[in-house]
């Protein structure tokens, strides 16, 4: 084998797209993988791994960006760059932007700025109607040739039944995945948080859980009917991951992701009126977390995501009722999501697949996995160090944290992007 660009020695290499959990090198040149096992120390450079996991570069499938429009909430540089200091290089972003990713020319417009940037691979989510308002389709086949791997309003739930069934008709002509916020807001609208006993001792407006399910169980009917691919954003109640799990085990293509504040917290955590724990659909009962942790056990739940929707403080401290809806956490995803398998719920190798293939396989992706010839993608990061996050030293413009000041364990030490190390302690340009 000729001289390598770069080895990285002696780390825990875990691969769950080929099934490979054990110590060994990886060998890059030309910025893809030339090799996995043992090598000798003919490189360029060296990066030693040793006690530290070295995985395919993390893929966080629900990010919002801001970009076009609120450039001053995030950007897709600064978006990149908490991107890459959590170990993602693949994300995908939310079309709730202005304007809305509803035409090919906004996203080329992004995929244009990612790759300018050139620290993390961005894929847009195209807008499933015209200016999200769940009323006229989009051309989605055109926006799928400017780059958009998947549909969605989010930010917005598709609504109207009919117009549902039809995206689902246009979107399964095509192999599309259509993606739905969860929620019916008739039941929700008004609502800050989750209806129940802390909504009650606060006197704020709560969002009931029937809000998402009622929905959930709508789409799986149209689904049904239809055979399209249907995907359910942040799912975080009981109710819908029972209705996921029922359409799976009938054979309906339905599949579902969870944030990690959705299985790490409950709704307590916004007593003392914290806006920072603010978020659409919002935080539940122990009841609900446990169910979505138990789905993300048994498979119900093939994919971790972020749901990063950043914001700028003046938007979290006008009050709880009027505070936005939304929590960074791009920076916090890994070591939130490790306790999984520090609590013995998941195995490393299947906690990393909600990350990795598992999102690259449903978004038709060729990131996720540490293959001969794919793309050097990589994350390493110390699965015991303990770090206390500071929401002020966070990468992201968003600074709207509901962990600020509490300990993590695990945490990032670099990431690859394409070979070049683009995260090093700091996000670096090679």
């Known amino acids: 084998m000729s001289v390598a660009d770069l080895l990285i020695r002696g780390g825990r290499v875990i691969d769950p797209a080929n099934g490979r959990d054990e110590i060994c ?11 996995v096992g043992t090598f000798s120390d003919d490189a360029k450079e060296i990066i030693d791994a040793g006690g530290q996991i070295v995985c395919p570069g993390l893929i966080d499938m629900h990010v919002h960006l801001r970009e076009p429009g609120q450039e001053w909430k995030e950007d897709i540089e600064s978006g990149s760059r908490a991107a890459v200091a959590g170990g993602v290089t693949t994300m995908c972003c939310m079309p709730n932007t202005g304007p809305h990713i509803d035409h ?5 417009q992004i995929v244009a700025r990612a790759n300018q940037v050139g620290l993390c691979n961005v894929h847009p989510i195209g ?3 015209k200016n999200l308002d769940g009323k006229e389709l989009t051309e989605m086949r055109e926006l799928s040739r400017a780059g958009c791997v998947a549909f969605s309003d989010d930010g917005m739930p598709i609504w109207h039944a009919g117009v549902m069934r ?8 095509f192999g599309f995945m259509v ?3 969860a929620e019916e807001l008739e039941l929700t609208r008004g609502g800050a948080i989750n209806e129940g006993w802390v909504s009650t001792q606060l006197g704020v407006t709560g969002m009931p859980v029937e809000g998402e399910d009622s929905m959930i169980a709508r789409d799986i009917m149209l689904s049904r009917r239809v055979d399209a691919r ?3 954003a942040h799912i975080s109640s009981q109710g819908g991951v029972e209705l996921v799990r029922a359409a799976q085990a009938e054979g309906l293509k339905v599949t579902t992701e969870a944030a990690p504040h959705h299985f790490a917290l409950t709704e307590e955590e916004v007593l003392g009126f914290n ?4 978020m659409s659909p919002p935080l539940r009962t122990e009841a609900d977390r446990l169910a979505v942790i ?3 056990r048994d498979g119900t739940i093939d994919v971790i995501a972020t749901d990063h929707a950043p914001h700028h403080e003046d938007d979290k401290r006008c009050g709880l009722s009027c505070a936005a809806f939304g929590i960074v956490g791009l920076e916090t995803m890994l070591p939130v999501s490790l306790q999984l398998e520090r609590d013995g719920v998941l195995s490393m190798s299947d906690l990393l697949a909600k990350m990795t293939c598992n999102p690259a396989r449903l978004l038709d992706l060729e990131s996720g996995t540490l293959a001969i010839g794919a793309a050097a993608d990589i994350a390493i990061f110390d699965p015991d160090t303990t770090w206390t996050v500071d929401r002020n030293a966070l990468v992201s413009k968003g600074k709207n944290t509901p962990w600020h000041g509490k300990e993590m364990t695990g945490q990032v030490t670099r990431t690859l992007k394409s070979g070049r190390v683009v995260y090093a302690g700091v996000a670096v340009h090679g």
């Open 25 to 35: 090198d990886v060998w890059i040149k030309d910025g893809r993988i030339a090799g």
């Open 179 to 181: 993606i739905q916020h």
């Open 294 to 296: 138990e789905g993300l």
């Open 166 to 173: 039809k995206a689902l008709e246009y979107a399964s002509s």
């Open 230 to 232: 249907y995907h359910v």
């Open 275 to 278: 806006a920072d724990a603010k």
């Open 104 to 108: 090919a020319g906004v996203a080329i």
């Open 127 to 129: 807008a499933v109607t």
